[in-house]
């Protein structure tokens, strides 16, 4: 006998294929995550270490300008130590002026003659002095005209004065130190 089966067979469905693009699509959105998950990864990390970097060079920047200011005051403190010397060394060469002013002038005093009073001025001298005779005066002058740590003396004249007996004669002179 033969048996038909009119009864509908369920069949299974062959699933459907999932779209390639659709799979495409996936993939690619994948990669991309991956590629950009990465990418600020390498990013946050590069920003770490140039902020890391920007703090060290901040530190550095700072202790150099301590630095600075340092070899500033550096400076500062040697060019004033440098003017004290130069003005210890002016005054070391003016201070042996004076002595030799007056060894000068003690070494052309003729006797009878005394100096009571010298004002300096710069590098212009005025003495004024007393003597026993005109002579000696005049010989005075020309022992300063003769020195060669002296120039411009002029004799500005002479008074004859009496003290009691002695007869003395009071002048009064100028002359200029050659600078040198």
């Known amino acids: ?3 038909v089966n009119l009864l509908p067979v369920k069949r299974k469905k062959k ?20 590629v950009s998950g990465d990418l600020f990864y390498y990013i946050n990390s590069r920003l770490a270490t140039l902020q890391q970097q920007k703090k060290t060079n901040e530190a550095t920047i700072a202790d150099m300008k301590n630095k600075i200011k340092e070899v500033e005051n550096y400076e500062t403190q040697k060019q004033t130590l440098e003017k004290r010397k130069g003005i210890i060394e002016q005054l070391r060469k003016n201070q042996s002026l004076p002595v030799k002013i007056l060894s000068e002038m003690g070494n052309v005093l003729p006797n009878g003659v005394w100096l009571q009073s010298m004002s300096i001025s710069g590098i212009d001298i005025k003495i004024s002095g007393a003597s026993f005779t005109n002579e000696d005066v005049v010989n005075y002058e020309k022992n300063l ?26 002048f009064n ?5 050659k600078a040198g």
């Open 145 to 170: 005209k003769k020195s060669a740590l002296f120039t411009d003396v002029t004799l500005h004249g002479t008074q004859k004065s009496t003290t009691g007996k002695v007869v003395t004669y009071q």
């Open 15 to 34: 699933p459907k294929a999932v779209p390639v693009f659709i799979i495409n699509s996936v993939l690619l959105t994948l990669a991309a995550v991956i």
């Open 173 to 177: 002179i100028t002359f200029k130190v």
């Open 1 to 3: 006998m033969i048996r």
